[in-house]
């Protein structure tokens, strides 16, 4: 099977200091990877030169496309690295903020994506967006609310909306649950975990929370120093961590 997802020998240095060095694996349909480390570890790094927030040193970010086969995203031009990142791609923010216009109503936020690739039907989009808060468990009469309205968690989830919509292949997660309460962080993962499986999604998910990706993530990678020390399926690598740094992740949890 061909990987949806390839990144190889990803490396990014900021002068003396690395941010990743030499990251590579491959991603298939339907699976989500998650990343782990402490703040500092490259984690974060290596998700913004995946998604293409930031230019690597070194490697290749190779996607399957729909009508080109696989491609280095890294190499493609502008307005094509635009046009995956709107119809295939999606980002969800750890701050909703960041991903969401504040001043746009929450249907205007969703329909905005629609408009992106090409939807001009008002009601069409209009529809789709309150089916859309519908999945994310926001109440259709929020439509014509702006998020400023809206609770953390309900912002959280109008971004999942905002950038699933549109019916992407795979979807880069930043924290998605970093600061929000414990309660709310469960209903959102509970929330993303059903939108994953029902839509068969690719994900990458960057967390220092293992249980976020004890519950999402099909594999797991630990960074440390912006190199990755272990890496295998989920269950394995955190019921019986091989690497000293992993060992310590999962008893720092263990002792909480």
């Given at each position: 099977m061909t990987p949806l997802l390839s990144v190889q020998g990803i490396t990014k240095k900021y002068g003396a200091h690395i941010g990743c060095a030499d990251v590579?694996?491959?991603l298939y349909p339907g699976e989500v990877m998650g990343i782990v480390g402490e703040s500092g570890s490259g984690k974060s790094t290596l998700l913004g030169c995946m998604a293409g927030h930031l230019t690597p040193d070194?490697?290749?970010?190779?996607f399957d496309t729909r009508t080109d086969g696989p491609r280095d995203t890294l190499t493609m031009s502008e307005p094509e690295r635009r046009m995956l990142g709107r119809t295939d791609w999606?980002?969800?923010?750890?701050?909703?903020?960041?991903?969401?216009?504040?001043?746009?109503?929450?249907g205007g936020?969703?329909?905005?994506r629609l408009m992106a690739v090409g939807e001009r039907h008002y009601g069409?989009?209009?529809?789709?967006?309150?089916?859309?808060?519908?999945r994310v468990e926001i109440?259709?009469?929020?439509?014509?609310?702006?998020?400023?309205?809206?609770?953390?968690g309900m912002q959280q989830r109008l971004q999942i909306a905002r950038n699933l919509v549109t019916g992407p292949r795979?979807?880069?997660?930043d924290e998605p649950t970093g600061g929000l309460d414990v309660s709310v962080q469960a209903r959102l993962l509970d929330l993303l975990r059903g939108l994953v499986r029902d839509m068969g999604?690719?994900?990458?998910?960057?967390?220092?929370?293992?249980a976020v990706v004890r519950l999402l993530a099909d594999r797991l990678m630990v960074m440390k120093s912006g190199r990755v020390v272990e890496a295998g399926l989920t269950d394995q690598v955190l019921d019986d961590p091989q690497h000293a740094y992993s060992q310590l992740l999962v008893s720092s949890v263990l002792q909480v």
């Open positions: 590579s694996f491959d070194a490697g290749k970010v190779v999606a980002f969800v923010h750890q701050h909703a903020r960041d991903g969401l216009r504040m001043g746009v109503s929450a936020n969703v329909g905005e069409d989009i209009r529809d789709k967006a309150i089916d859309w808060l519908g109440d259709a009469d929020r439509v014509d609310d702006r998020p400023t309205t809206f609770s953390g795979l979807v880069f997660m999604l690719s994900a990458v998910i960057v967390t220092h929370d293992l």
